[in-house]
C-alpha cells in the first residue's frame, strides 16, 4: 500500500487544527464586554446536570469562553506599535465598578492659592533640567549636584553697607535656615487653616469642619480684634457688641522704694539659699515620686528619710506618716 508524503502532512494537520479549539464561541445569549475593564458578562444559564458531573473541566470551558470572547473584541480595537510590542488602545469603561472607600473629599485652597486666583496667576511648570554654564552640562534644577549652586561658593562678596568683619558664609547659611523655617510654619498654618486648630503665634484660624463653639468664636474675635498697631483701641464696635475687659493677668511689681529691713532680709534669704551645705528636699514630692515608683511604704519611709536626715526625730516622721497617708 502506497502512501502519498502529501497526504500523511494534511491528515496530520487536520487532526492537529481539531485538536485546537475554535476562535469562534456560539453564545444563546451574547456576552456583554467592557473594553475598557477588561470585563466579559456571561447571562447564559448553567447547565447544572454538567456541572455537578464534571465541575472542574466546566468552569474550565467557561473560562475559556469568556476569555476568548474577550481577546476577539480586544483584536477589533485601533492598535499601534511601540518599539518591538503591539499596544491596543483601550476606549473609556462603560461599566460602573463601587469603590471601596469613598471619594475623598477635595481639600481646601492654600492662602497663596487663593491669592494666585483672585490675580489670576497661574502656576507654570518648569522643566528638571537645566543648563549650568560651569560644567557645560544639563544639571537638575534642585537638590543634589543641582545647576549653578551657589552654596559651593569659595569666596564672597562683602557688601559696601555690611560689617567687614562678619562672616558672609555663616550669615548666608543663617539666611537659609529662617527661610525653610518660615516655609515650615506657613505649611502648618495651612494645616491648621483646614483642621480649624490653633497655630503658635497666630491664634485660632479659620474655621474647619467641625464646629466651633460660642465662646471659642469669641475669643478668637477679641483676638483678631486686638492685633492691631493700637491693640483694638481704635477699631469700629459692631451693633451689640459687649464691652470686654482686658484679657489676661496684670502683672505685679514691687516698689522702687521699700524699707531696709524688707530688702535686707529678701536678700539674706538669697543668700542662705545659695550657701547651704546640703540641698533643700520637699518631702512631699518626694514621698510621691517614690510611691508612684512602686515601692512599698517600708522603703519609701527609710528612703526618703536617710535623704533628708530625720531618722531620730520623731516629729519628722509623725509629718512624714500624715503626708503618705494624704498623699494616697
Known sequence: MVVRAEALLQKIQKEQEEKLLSIQVPKTIDVAIDAGNLLACDSNPIDTKQLRSDKENYLKNLAREGTQLLFNEIW?????????AVIAKVPSPTTVIPREKPIPKAKPPTKWEEYAKLKGIRKLKKGRMVWDDESKSWKPRWGYNRANDDTKEWVLEVPANADP????????????????AKNE???????????????????????????????????????????TASLGRFQE???????????????????????????????????NQMYKKSPQLNLTKAVNKEIQDGHSVKFVIFNVCSKAGVQRRAKSMFNLFVTIFLSG
Open 76 to 84: 477589533k480595537l485601533p492598535i499601534e506599535r511601540v518599539q518591538d
Open 185 to 227: 510654619l506657613q505649611r502648618l498654618r495651612n494645616v491648621a487653616r483646614r483642621t480649624g486648630k490653633k497655630v503658635p503665634g497666630v491664634g485660632r484660624t479659620a474655621v474647619g469642619q467641625e464646629k466651633q463653639s460660642k465662646l471659642e468664636l469669641e475669643a478668637a474675635f477679641h483676638v483678631s480684634k486686638q492685633a
Open 165 to 180: 568683619n562678619e562672616d558672609q558664609f555663616e550669615k548666608k547659611l543663617k539666611e537659609k535656615k529662617e527661610r525653610v
Open 237 to 271: 464696635t459692631l451693633k451689640g457688641e459687649k464691652n470686654v475687659k482686658k484679657r489676661g493677668q496684670k502683672r505685679k511689681f514691687e516698689a522702687v522704694t521699700q524699707k531696709g529691713n524688707t530688702e535686707k532680709e529678701k536678700q539674706l534669704s538669697i543668700l
